[in-house]
């Protein structure tokens, strides 16, 4: 990004504008150590690339743009989002393939997850949506949308109760 130092972004100036007014500047370092300390206790396992993107962003929510329609954000608090999400996650890292980790809640309803390869994916009930296969990708979604495609995959196996397999 134009003067960031991030290595977890892009080259995006809406979401460097997005990020700004959100709060975030370059080289942005908060303390997660409570957030660690709950999730690690409610049965989560940590992740580097849950943690960088934390400790960079944590606390800041993330709004799109005037022309993005519907307007969409993400708000970056692992422990508010997701704390007692643990079989949600662990049902989505065995179904997706990827280990998956919390990051926070996605336009206010959906509960937020960034994968060790940094994919993020957001969850109801019946539903997932994959909001970009890296960070910066997601952030680019929420900010700008993205009228081709609507990332929504209806799936069955999310559905409360014990944890399932996709068949």
Request: with cysteine; charged share 25%.
């Amino acid at each position: 990004m134009a003067g960031s130092n991030s290595p977890i972004l892009g080259d995006d100036p809406s979401v460097e504008r997005a990020l700004r007014q959100a709060g975030w500047t370059p080289g942005r370092r908060i303390d997660v150590t409570t957030w660690i300390s709950m999730l690690e206790q409610a049965g989560y396992e940590m992740h580097d690339t849950a943690l960088r993107v934390w400790a960079e962003f944590g606390n800041l929510r993330i709004r799109s743009s005037e022309g993005c329609d519907p307007p969409s954000n993400l708000m970056i608090d692992p422990a508010d989002g997701c704390i007692d999400s643990v079989e949600e996650c662990r049902t989505l890292s065995d179904n997706l393939s990827m280990r998956y980790f919390p990051l926070g809640m996605w336009s206010n309803q959906f509960r937020c997850y960034i994968g060790a390869d940094s994919s993020v994916v957001a969850a109801s009930v019946d539903t997932i949506w994959r909001l970009g296969p890296t960070f910066a990708d997601a952030l680019h979604y929420v900010v700008e949308g993205d009228e081709t495609s609507s990332h929504e995959e209806i799936v069955t196996w999310l559905q409360p109760g014990p944890p399932r397999r996709k068949k």
